[in-house]
């Protein structure tokens, strides 16, 4: 498939902000990861449905390691939660202090997170602070919150695994719960989550943009025991999936059906290894679905192809002014990749009833790599077809693939 480059600077967009946060005898990793990470969760939870509900499964099960029995229900039971950096609190003796995170639940604490990160030449350290200082200052901090009546955990986010006694002793750190978590497990989280493809393009952008900057700062050195540790949460992440992955399957299924039937010399040694596939349509990124390629099916070498023609179809997060409001759309695509023939364009009268029918035509386009063609057709499944996973949006698709079907069974004979 075709890939497009957006032209972005070599590092992240967190790196080269991260360059104009100086802090006096000291590197500001600390400080920009706290204010970085609070920033991004604060954006996916405002979002409702699954996009809030994974952020809350990421704070219960591996920020938290699924500590705090009651949690899960308070997060998921709040009107709002929102995350809050640099708090300030007086603690024995009328000492000033700041807490690094706190997350508040309909203005009520749940969670306060201590970020330990020190940075040698631009890469985080796997040594924190003194490791004496470090469990003083959680002492205090969990001193604090029973001070406070404050059923509020505690959590250590840190490049290493901070003081050996933080989580045995309660006596020391009478906090309702604790808990360690690495930053490479926020690393894997976040991967994991932008590899879904169904999040607001927006959302994508900080998402990939923090990800890179932490690995950027090697903060992204995962080992297996933190995989088991962030597969406790996958059950949990799977339940409130599952029903939306199962419908919008089906949808697949049962368009790839009509396709297997229709599609001109249907290519099945390049189907998608699963359903959904991502990068279904070369010029939008956000796109999932399934695709098949037509013609050319003599051949199992790449690069033997000769016209590497396909179809695609599934749902895209469009551009916002383009699709006039419309925040999710079904499409159908005709499209040959750049190293392919480009599809002709067809004869006046053809055209006319393809765009009567939704479809935009464009036999020649050219960009960076190159030039590809693209026929299109799309449409706001919530409006005109009563959900994205309708019975309506089903005969959408069967529609869209046979009209596809026919216009490259005219293009393959303009060829001769």
């Known amino acids: 498939?075709?890939?497009?480059?957006?032209?972005?600077?070599?590092?992240?967009?967190?790196?080269?902000?991260?360059r104009y946060v100086p802090r006096e005898k000291r590197?500001?990793?600390?400080?920009?990861?706290?204010?970085?990470?609070?920033?991004?969760?604060?954006?996916?939870?405002?979002?409702?449905?699954?996009?809030r509900r994974a952020t809350e499964v990421f704070l219960t099960q591996v920020l938290c390691d699924g500590q705090g029995k009651d949690l899960d229900q308070r997060l998921r039971s709040a009107e709002r939660l929102i995350f809050g950096t640099q708090r300030r609190v007086?603690?024995?003796?009328?000492?000033?202090?700041?807490?690094?995170?706190?997350?508040?639940?309909?203005?009520?604490?749940?969670?306060?997170i201590e970020n330990k990160v020190r940075e040698t030449r631009g890469r985080a350290e796997y040594v924190t602070d003194d490791p004496s200082k470090t469990a003083k200052q959680l002492e205090e901090y969990a001193q604090y919150l029973r001070g406070e009546r404050s059923d509020a955990g505690l959590v250590l986010l840190s490049i290493d695994?901070?003081?050996?006694?933080?989580?045995?002793?309660?006596?020391?750190?009478?906090?309702?719960?604790?808990?360690?978590?690495?930053?490479?497990?926020v690393w894997l989280w976040l991967t994991k989550l932008a590899s879904r493809n169904n999040l607001e393009p927006e959302l994508l952008v900080f998402i990939r943009e923090f990800i890179l900057f932490l690995k950027?700062?090697?903060?992204?050195?995962?080992?297996a025991k933190?995989?088991?540790?962030?597969?406790?949460?996958?059950?949990?992440?799977?339940?409130?999936?599952?029903?939306?992955?199962?419908?919008?399957?089906?949808?697949?299924?049962?368009?790839?059906?009509?396709a297997e039937k229709t599609l001109p010399q249907y290519k099945k040694q390049l189907l998608p290894a699963s359903l959904p596939a991502s990068n279904v349509r070369s010029d939008v990124e956000n796109a999932i679905g399934d695709f098949a390629y037509c013609y050319d099916s003599g051949t199992k070498d790449w690069e033997l192809m000769k016209l590497k023609w396909y179809v695609g179809w599934g749902f895209q997060c469009p551009n916002a002014k383009a699709a006039k409001g419309a925040k999710v759309q079904a499409f159908v695509c005709i499209e040959s990749d750049y190293d392919g023939t480009l599809i002709p364009l067809p004869p006046a009268k053809e055209k006319t009833e393809l765009e009567e029918k939704g479809w935009t035509v464009s036999p020649k386009i050219t960009d960076d790599e190159g030039s590809y063609s693209l026929f299109l057709k799309v449409c706001d499944p919530e409006t005109f077809l009563g959900g994205p996973f309708t019975k309506a949006s089903s005969d959408w698709f069967r529609r869209g693939i046979k009209e596809a079907a026919q216009i490259l069974k005219t293009a393959k004979k303009a060829l001769k």
């Open 1 to 18: 498939m075709a890939v497009m480059h957006m032209g972005l600077a070599d590092n992240s967009l967190y790196s080269n902000l991260f």
């Open 27 to 51: 590197s500001p990793l600390e400080d920009f990861s706290t204010e970085a990470l609070a920033d991004l969760l604060n954006r996916l939870l405002e979002k409702k449905g699954p996009t």
């Open 90 to 112: 007086f603690l024995k003796g009328n000492r000033p202090r700041r807490l690094d995170l706190c997350l508040y639940a309909d203005k009520a604490l749940a969670l306060v």
């Open 161 to 185: 695994e901070g003081p050996g006694d933080f989580l045995s002793d309660e006596k020391r750190y009478p906090a309702s719960f604790r808990s360690v978590c690495r930053w490479p497990q």
């Open 216 to 223: 950027e700062k090697n903060m992204d050195d995962i080992d």
């Open 226 to 258: 933190e995989f088991q540790r962030f597969g406790k949460s996958l059950p949990v992440v799977c339940d409130y999936l599952e029903t939306f992955d199962n419908k919008l399957r089906e949808i697949l299924k049962d368009a790839r059906k009509v």
